[in-house]
């Protein structure tokens, strides 16, 4: 058991998850991972699926039986952003425009871990978060509900896509972040300046989001959308704030 416990601490620590984040993927709790990692218990049959899915490898290969695979597993992505920003940016002090972010971030973050996202990273106004294992597109979905109704800024707009994205660390080794990266995020960070002109209530779900979702929601179709960057056209749906 404790082979299999250093595998699994050998693919977490590689795609820069902490204890924490892997129990939250999935829904587990941290003193599972722990016990895992340690060799004191065993994930069960079902658990095991969701960490070969997550990380992209073979229950043989979490069972020491063959090697790795590709790190590449499906997921919703979960980016927000502030409208005008830069305006405003501009016009506050470096501190303040500091302190302003940091609520901003701590309290989107808080609606992400609510139901069991990842967050990634910060850059400038943006947030960067994904969901993966079971409902993932009806639990990102939450979130950005819960960070709305919660945060009073009207300029915070959220987007969500779903699909495949591949999940490790990026960057000079002695610097290199976790990170999460391919078509799929770069569609949801397009979608997010569109929905910032487009979508009055500051969510915006693509179509292979809503497809996946079993929740009911009240939504708006922004029918065969253009967005910049992107050839084909898409079909957005704006999510209805519920009262």
């Known amino acids: 058991m404790k082979d299999i416990g250093s595998r699994l601490r050998l693919l977490r620590e590689k795609h820069g998850l902490k204890q924490v984040n892997l129990a939250n993927a999935l829904q587990v709790t941290p003193q599972a991972v722990?016990?895992?990692?340690?060799?004191?218990?065993?994930?069960d049959v079902h658990v095991l699926a969701k960490i070969a899915r997550l990380f992209d490898v073979s229950t043989d290969y979490i069972l020491g039986l063959t090697e790795a695979?590709?790190?590449?597993?499906?997921a919703t992505i979960f980016c927000s952003t502030v409208t005008h920003f830069e305006k405003?940016?501009?016009?506050?002090?470096?501190?303040?425009?500091?302190?302003?972010?940091?609520?901003?971030?701590?309290?989107?973050?808080?609606?992400?871990l609510r139901f069991d996202g990842i967050p990634v990273k910060y850059v400038g106004?943006?947030?960067?978060a994904f969901f993966s294992g079971a409902d993932h597109a009806d639990r990102a979905l939450?979130?950005?509900?819960?960070?709305?109704?919660?945060?009073?800024q009207k300029d915070l707009v959220i987007a969500l896509n779903s699909g495949s994205i591949y999940m490790g660390l990026v960057g000079h080794p002695r610097y290199a972040a976790r990170d999460i990266v391919g078509e799929s995020v770069n569609r949801a960070f397009l979608v997010a300046g569109w929905a910032s002109?487009?979508?009055?209530s500051g969510i915006a779900a693509t179509r292979s989001v809503m497809t996946l979702a079993r929740g009911s929601y009240e939504t708006?179709?922004?029918?065969?959308?253009?967005?910049d960057l992107i050839d084909e056209k898409l079909d957005i749906l704006e999510i209805h704030l519920p009262q």
């Not at 470096?94 to 309290?107: C, G, P, R």
């Not at 002109?197 to 009055?200: A, D, S, T």
């Open 69 to 74: 695979g590709t790190g590449v597993f499906p």
């Open 125 to 128: 106004d943006g947030f960067l």
């Open 220 to 227: 708006i179709l922004h029918g065969a959308a253009s967005v």
């Open 197 to 200: 002109r487009n979508c009055p």
């Open 142 to 152: 939450g979130a950005a509900i819960h960070a709305k109704k919660t945060i009073y």
């Open 88 to 112: 405003r940016s501009i016009s506050m002090e470096s501190k303040d425009l500091a302190e302003y972010t940091n609520v901003l971030f701590y309290d989107i973050t808080e609606s992400v």
């Open 34 to 43: 722990s016990k895992w990692e340690k060799g004191a218990n065993l994930p």
